[in-house]
């Protein structure tokens, strides 16, 4: 994508959620920002020697793998090179203010700026900002500018003590200024960074502004306004009372907005506020909504807006869409990033996990937008390989970070410290940080002891693992003796916190239909070693379906996500990591184009008003008797009647078919038994069960057994 369609997708967006922006009572054109966003020049070289020539092109946003022509062994560690050197020009019009700020939003693997042939600073942290203050270097009055980036070329450009996003299951970690770039111009006072508390109870919005202030004290008053984000309408307006700021000092603002008959947040109704601040010489917007978010202690459950929410969902693992050979440029269109995440409504999800890591910062402006709960996962895995020089005062620094750039975001309620990760560390550092939310979301530790008993506990009950690693099969006629409260780490079993089930199915398949390399044995005991891409794909959606079905209807976790809705695709008949481990779902990723079984079954065990067959034999007795239970759950906050119709069907002949009325309360279950004599034919059947309501198809839940 080009420097001018980047622009235009800017503006369009801007036009979009701020139709009336220029009627603002504060003035909003007392800040400049200059979007450097567009084509670069690159060069490869060493980490210390900046290159003579920059013949090479590349987008910012994007990767160093972008570029034109082509570098070799991107990616990977090679000797062709240390470090890839970005470069290009602007000019800025008029005087340089008194704050002249350059934010590189995110870069890997550690990023350091010069300008105008100085040396400016260094930022090491690939997943937060780097600010740097460029006041003293920047020319103004339409000189020319020249600036040039350097990032390391490998994550171990950057120290062992510092979290580098090592994950098991990738082989390439691509370097690039993966974020938006921008100058930030500003006269003093100057607004550094605001945080919006929600307060739905007293409705009321609670600000708190930090202020530089360069040069001598001065009084000041701040200014606010408060729109609706859609109709620009505004709801609230005010000042602060009159304050001196002291000589090249910074002081914290602290005040309540009243938002009388606000509009709360969910993700069925994502109403969004923007507050705009000014000091008279510096203006800051910030999008926010009314939501209160936490985990109930003695339920087990998420809490949305006062009220206990069912949590359905998926994740996205952006750093290993990075490598996928079909990524291009789709993380970087906002187009096709709020079409994935329609695509995710439409499976039912109201909850996504970020895994391993965070994408570009506008996807959480769409996650706003479109409604999504989000689990914000910090990018450490480790198991238990724990690195001697990784400290939680290093983590606690970047957690920071991390937390100032995305506490404004109402789709951002749980903070993820880690995955899969054994270690003290970041318990320490997330204790170090978590005050400075005042928001005060919970958090969730990995596979470490949670550090609240409202923050929660992430499982992933991978019963299909024994097949990979023991070479034993795993039969789901064990989940007739299962428990539907996922078992949780040894180290976790004092604490009895609420549960995140954000993965749970090991059966993946690349988008060609292949085994990955972690499900080869798994495919060959279900099936044998001359499955067909059709038969494996109709069984891992009916198997993951039940397995959802499974979890959801013994109503045990608070969120049940599944494994994943967005990631790489690589084939390959090797071990991991050259060949894939995971894989998500998609026929063409680009056309955001599902694979059909698994939008067939697996939507359905996640509709909010669902069902599961509580059976799970894989043979029965001919002409022998049972009673088959059958859960049906309601997410949604008000009563579900309806119908439950149970049918037994071989080739698509019905061989018995029965129903029940059924009324299950908002958030509850009910449990309606069927007796069922099974044929006397041998073959092999399928026991359908299905909800029929007033206004929607029916929702349906399958078994496969047979009559020897």
Request: proline letters at 6%.
């Amino acid at each position: 994508m080009n420097k001018y369609s980047i622009s235009l997708l800017i503006f369009i967006s801007f036009c979009t959620f701020f139709p009336n922006s220029t009627k603002a009572d504060v003035d909003m054109k007392l800040r400049r920002i200059i979007n450097l966003d567009g084509v670069w020049d690159i060069a490869e070289g060493s980490m210390d020697a900046m290159p003579e020539q920059f013949a090479y092109r590349v987008p910012v946003p994007g990767l160093v793998d972008m570029s034109s022509p082509d570098f070799f062994e991107v990616g990977i560690k090679s000797a062709r090179r240390e470090a890839f050197w970005y470069h290009r020009t602007f000019r800025i019009d008029g005087e340089i203010p008194a704050f002249a700020i350059l934010k590189i939003h995110k870069a890997k693997y550690g990023t350091k700026v010069y300008l105008n042939g100085e040396w400016v600073g260094e930022h090491l942290p690939c997943f937060t900002p780097g600010i740097f203050d460029i006041s003293r270097f920047v020319k103004g009055n339409g000189e020319l500018n020249d600036l040039v980036i350097r990032v390391g070329a490998y994550l171990d450009s950057i120290p062992k003590s510092m979290p580098n996003g090592w994950d098991f299951e990738k082989y390439k970690y691509i370097p690039g200024i993966y974020d938006s770039v921008e100058v930030i111009l500003t006269e003093s006072p100057h607004i550094v960074r605001a945080q919006t508390v929600p307060e739905i109870e007293s409705e009321t919005v609670r600000v708190q502004v930090h202020v530089d202030n360069a040069g001598p004290a001065k009084q000041m008053q701040l200014e606010y306004a408060v729109r609706e984000a859609c109709s620009g309408d505004i709801v609230a307006r005010g000042t602060t009372p009159p304050q001196t700021i002291a000589d090249n000092r910074r002081e914290i603002l602290d005040f309540r907005i009243p938002l009388h008959d606000c509009h709360l947040w969910t993700p069925e109704n994502p109403f969004l506020y923007q507050l705009e601040l000014s000091t008279g010489a510096d203006v800051m917007q910030v999008r926010f909504a009314m939501r209160s978010f936490c985990f109930d202690a003695e339920t087990g459950r998420a809490i949305l807006n006062g009220n206990p929410y069912i949590m359905r969902g998926t994740n996205v693992c952006i750093y290993r869409f990075f490598e996928d050979a079909a990524r291009g440029d789709l993380p970087w269109r906002k187009d096709w990033v709020k079409h994935l995440h329609e695509k995710f409504k439409e499976m039912h999800w109201n909850s996504i996990r970020y895994c391993i890591g965070f994408p570009p910062e506008f996807w959480y402006d769409i996650a706003d937008e479109v409604g999504f709960l989000i689990q914000d996962e910090f990018p450490i895995w480790s198991l238990s390989e724990w690195p001697d020089e990784l400290k939680s005062e290093a983590i606690a620094k970047e957690y920071e970070e991390w937390m100032q750039e995305r506490w404004n975001h109402a789709c951002v309620v749980i903070w993820d410290a880690q995955n899969e990760s054994v270690t003290e560390e970041t318990g320490k550092a997330l204790n170090a940080v978590r005050h400075l939310d005042l928001s005060n979301r919970p958090w969730d530790n990995g596979w470490a002891a949670p550090q609240a008993p409202t923050d929660a506990v992430e499982c992933h009950p991978y019963f299909f693992i024994r097949d990979h690693f023991q070479d034993k099969r795993f039969l789901m006629s064990e989940l007739a003796h299962t428990s539907g409260r996922p078992g949780v780490r040894d180290n976790q079993k004092q604490y009895k916190n609420p549960i995140i089930l954000n993965e749970y199915a090991w059966l993946w398949l690349n988008r060609d239909g292949s085994e990955t390399s972690l499900t080869r044995k798994v495919y060959n005991n279900l099936l044998g070693p001359d499955s067909t891409v059709e038969v494996r794909r109709e069984i891992y959606a009916r198997l993951l379906a039940a397995k959802t079905e499974f979890w959801r209807g013994h109503r045990e976790c608070a969120a049940v996500m599944h494994f994943c809705g967005l990631g790489y695709s690589r084939p390959g008949g090797i071990d991991r990591p050259t060949a894939g481990a995971t894989s998500d779902h998609f026929l063409n990723v680009e056309q955001l184009e599902f694979e059909s079984y698994f939008e067939r079954y697996v939507k359905d065990a996640f509709s909010p008003v669902g069902l599961m067959i509580d059976f799970w034999e894989e043979s029965v007795d001919a002409a022998s008797k049972r009673n088959i239970p059958i859960f049906v759950i309601n997410d949604l906050d008000e009563e579900w009647r309806g119908l439950v119709r149970l049918r037994i069907v071989r080739d698509k002949e019905y061989d018995c078919e029965q129903s029940h009325t059924c009324s299950v309360p908002s958030l509850g279950r009910e449990i309606v038994s069927f007796a069922v004599e099974f044929p006397n034919k041998t073959g092999t059947y399928r026991m359908i069960a299905e909800l029929v309501g007033r206004d929607a198809k029916p929702v349906q839940s399958i078994r496969e057994f047979s009559i020897p």
